[in-house]
C-alpha cells in the first residue's frame, strides 16, 4: 500500500512541475512581449513630448507666436483632455491680445486641472477683459 501512496504521491509532483514550467513559459512570454510593446508606446510619448518642447520653445520667443500657436493646437487636438496644451494656447493668446480666446483656454485649462496657478491666471485674463457695462 505505501509503495501505492508513493506512485501517487510521484505523479501528483509531476503534475505540480508540469504546471511549473507552464507557468515559467508564460511569464517568460509576457516579459518579453511587455519588452517589445514598450518601445512603441515610448515612440508616441516622445512625439508627444517633443510637441509641448517645440511649443514651449515657440512661446519664449517673441516672433514664434503663429508656429508656436499652431503646435499648440496640434497639442490640444491630440491631447484635447490635457490642461497643458490649453494653458499654453491661453498664454498664446494673451501675449498676442487676444483676450477672449485666452480666457476660453485658460478657463478650460482650470476646468481640467483646478490648481492655485492655473486659477491665478484665470483671474489674470479676466481682469484685462474689456468691462461689460462700457
Partial sequence: MSDDI??????????VKS???RLFW??????????LAFPISRRSRSAFLSCLVGVSHHVDETAGFS????EA???VAQQPNYYYG???????HLAKGDVTNAQTHTLRAYE????????????AVRKRLPSRSQ
Fill in 6 to 15: 508513493n506512485q501517487e504521491i510521484l505523479v501528483e509532483l509531476r503534475g
Fill in 19 to 21: 504546471i511549473g514550467r
Fill in 26 to 35: 508564460l511569464l517568460l512570454l509576457l516579459v518579453i512581449v511587455s519588452v
Fill in 67 to 70: 508656429q508656436g500657436s499652431g
Fill in 73 to 75: 493646437q496640434g497639442l
Fill in 86 to 92: 490649453h494653458a499654453y494656447l491661453g498664454a498664446i
Fill in 112 to 123: 481640467l486641472f483646478p490648481n492655485e496657478q492655473s486659477e491665478k491666471d484665470l483671474a
